[in-house]
Structures are given as C-alpha cells and as structure tokens.
C-alpha cells in the first residue's frame, strides 16, 4: 500500500468519495458539481458501476490520483483495468476500496474481519449512504450513488479530509432531484 502524502503531514489530503455511476444508464453524465468537487480533490475514490469506460476515462484525465474498483454491473474492459480490491494510504491512514460488503445486518463486524489491516472502509452497491464504526475502529463509508438515488431522497457523494492519521468531518453532500 503506497502513500503519496508521506512528508506532507501539515496539508490535509482532500478526498471525493463517489460510488455507482451507472453511465449511461441512470444518467447520460456525471453532474456538474461532482466534477468540480473532482478539480478539487487531491484523490477520487470510486467504489465500482462504473458501467461504461468513457466515465473511468474521464475520472482518470481530471482527478489527481484516482483510486477505484470494478463493481457487479462493470463489464470485462471494466474489469480488465480496475481492481475487485484497492488500497491505498492517505495521509496516514490506511483506505480499501470494494464494491460490494453484503447485507447491511452485521456488516461492521464482518468488514472488520475481513479487513483488519484497514482504517477505512469505502464501499458501494446499495446506493444507501452509510457512516458507521466496526469494532476495532475501522471506518466504513458509503458515498451513495449520484446519479440513482433508488429509495434514497437525494443523489449523493461524500468528502473529507484526511491528515495525520486522522479521518475528519465526513460530509455527505445531497445533490438536487433532477
């Protein structure tokens, strides 16, 4: 697991968090403010549905650093570029990426187990924004979808920063209803 902000202790690192695309099908393109929250990020994190590469293409030119998964809905070229499981370290903390955790009864302590070398957890699949703590302290974030909200009242992504070691503020950001 490699951190690019090793040394750069007193800058916080930026981070988007987006999950479940769905490009073309929920939405013919990403909407304009995740694409200026991408400008801003230090890191894009997509946890998988991409479903088209034209949205991986885009993400890859305009972000940063893009780190990100495949997800149950991607297809082999999908498949053949992105990770089931990505890791990476940010600003001290270690950070997972996947697409899919199973069902929401019991996902603290079986994420824990699973991944008990992370401190973040960032996940997708259910479009259902999520912010909770496994025992032990690991992190487990789910950005929603912001392009299919499902039985959600808003589209949604989430950022935060992250330095020292520390996770701060997490802010879910509600997108309006088209």
């Not at 259902?128 to 959600?152: C, K, M, V």
Request: net charge neutral.
């Amino acid at each position: 697991m490699d951190d690019d902000t090793r040394g750069t202790a007193a800058r916080p690192v930026r981070l988007l968090l987006i999950s479940d695309t769905h490009v073309p099908l929920r939405a013919r393109r990403l909407p304009d403010e995740l694409l200026r929250e991408t400008d801003r990020a230090d890191v894009v994190i997509h946890a998988g549905d991409w479903v088209d590469v034209a949205t991986l293409d885009l993400l890859e030119k305009r972000a940063r650093r893009l780190v990100g998964v495949f997800g149950n809905n991607d297809g082999a070229e999908l498949r053949a570029r992105l990770p089931e499981v990505a890791r990476a370290g940010l600003g001290g903390l270690r950070f997972g990426v996947v697409h899919e955790t199973g069902a929401a009864r019991g996902r603290e302590t079986r994420c824990a187990a699973l991944y008990p070398d992370l401190d973040v957890l960032v996940f997708g699949h259910s479009h259902i924004p999520w912010d909770s703590e496994a025992p032990g302290g690991l992190r487990l974030l789910n950005p929603g979808s912001p392009t299919d909200r499902r039985r959600q009242p808003y589209r949604t992504y989430m950022t935060c920063e992250v330095a020292d070691g520390v996770l701060g503020e997490v802010v879910l950001h509600r997108l309006p209803t088209r």
